[in-house]
């Protein structure tokens, strides 16, 4: 069974608007944590954000917020005033079992449109 | 600014040679991890390293494929022999997992390999 479901394999945004990347996750285990990497077409992957499963507030770096409902077992990520350099793939992961396990999503590329 | 170490970055050899990628984790990082990335099946974790035991290797083609953490600050994943198949980008990432909760995972630059 898929682990992380990123549907939208791709998006566009205009420059300076908001924009929410899906990310629905699957396990049965109460401690686990989610995380949001960044993969430019140089190719580096970039931590953005982590949300553990106890926290009670949603996580929030600079311009990124992960809007965590727990219920409905999603962790999307938000990026705000988007900018001409946030285009690139971004990965939803997921940890579980005190990083025992560890899973990628497929993956959305983001467009950001002057 | 700590950071994780790969070499080489690129790599083009022969079919049938053998390939040895190397990474260095951050310093004071015990986990380390092999993933694999390619267009068609996206990013796989081959092999982890705890406190430099290996953890699971079960994602790894055990039958060329090999990973070792010979001390704290060097990985190496070994191909031996190369196949075509095995043209993608092999990524390390490092974490410091000694707290129950997840801990982030850094990522380095990548060895991009290519098999002709």
């Not at chain 2, 790894?60 to 990973?67: E, I, L, Q, T, V």
């Not at chain 2, 196949?83 to 980008?89: F, I, L, W, Y």
Request: charged fraction near 20%; charge should be neutral; hydrophobic fraction near 35%.
């Amino acid at each position: 069974a898929q682990k992380i479901t990123q549907t939208q394999p791709g998006m566009f945004v205009q420059e300076k608007e908001a924009v929410t990347l899906d990310c629905t996750y699957d396990t049965s285990d109460p401690s686990y944590g989610l995380f949001w990497y960044k993969q430019p077409s140089s190719g580096e992957m970039i931590f953005l954000i982590y949300q553990g499963s106890y926290d009670q507030q949603n996580a929030t770096e600079g311009r990124y917020s992960l809007n965590f409902q727990k219920a409905r077992k999603s962790a999307n990520l938000v990026i705000s005033a988007s900018q001409l350099g946030d285009s690139a793939m971004y990965f939803c992961a997921m940890s579980v079992n005190t990083g025992n396990q560890f899973y990628f999503g497929t993956g959305t590329s983001l467009t950001v449109i002057p | 600014d700590a950071r994780v170490t790969q070499t080489p970055r690129d790599k083009v050899t022969e079919m049938g040679q053998e390939v040895t990628m190397r990474c260095q984790p951050i310093l004071g990082h015990n986990t380390v991890f092999w993933y694999r990335q390619t267009m068609m099946q996206g990013l796989e974790l081959l092999a982890y390293f705890r406190n430099r035991a290996p953890l699971d290797d079960s994602g790894m083609p055990k039958d060329r494929f090999s990973a070792e953490m010979p001390d704290a600050t060097l990985a190496t994943l070994k191909i031996q022999p190369s196949e075509p198949r095995d043209s993608a980008v092999y990524f390390c990432a490092s974490a410091l997992s000694d707290r129950p909760r997840m801990e982030t995972q850094y990522f380095g630059p990548g060895t991009r390999l290519l098999v002709l």
